[in-house]
Every structure is written in C-alpha cells, then in structure tokens.
C-alpha cells in the first residue's frame, strides 16, 4: 500500500524516482530532454564509475597499509581517510571522510 508518491505505508521506496525533473515516462527522457542519455544509461555508467573508484582505492590502500606494516610505520589506532568526487563540469566537489580500522587497533 502506497500513499501515492512511491513511498508505502512502511516508508521504504516501492519505485525508484526520478533523476530528471522533464522525465515523463521513465527510461525515456534523458539528461538533455531527449533520448540519448536514459536514465538506465546515467545509472550503469555512475555504477561503473564508482566500482572503478572503490575496486582501485581498495587496492592502493591495501598496497600502503602493507608497505607501512612490513617497514614498522604504520600508525596505532585508526587510519584517518578523505576521499574526494570532483566533478569539474557540474562544479561538484563531493569530500567523505572516516577512519580505517586496521589488525594492529
């Protein structure tokens, strides 16, 4: 049961909304108002953007973390991360920050 925005009684999301506020039948009005950039396409190109950035991050600490360890450097207690999005064309500049537990906590 639903109260007519997508949303049910529970709360949870029953249908995914919208990304493009001309967007009249889903999937078919893209990024431009036309149908070169579906939002099926935004979505699959997105994902594969952040696997890419969260597959080679993942890497690259791993790689750090290990050459820290065998050379004796590596800090006690958690490892304080940033990561940044940046998106130059939208002006976007997305900053997250936390901390990377490691087996020497």
């Known amino acids: 049961m639903s109260h007519g925005d997508g949303l049910p009684v529970s709360g949870m999301l ?3 909304p919208t990304l493009w506020p001309d967007e009249t039948a889903r999937g078919t009005t893209g990024i431009r108002g036309d149908t070169d950039m579906t939002d099926e396409t935004f ?10 950035v969260g597959v080679t991050s993942q ?15 590596l800090p006690d207690g958690p490892l304080k991360a940033t990561a940044v999005i940046r998106i130059e064309a939208l002006d976007l500049e997305h900053v997250i920050e936390g901390h990377i537990n490691t087996d020497q906590d």
């Open 14 to 16: 029953t249908q995914r």
């Open 59 to 73: 890497q690259e600490i791993e790689v750090s973390v290990r050459a820290a360890r065998e050379k004796g450097s």
């Open 43 to 52: 979505n699959m190109s997105l994902r594969k953007f952040l696997k890419t």
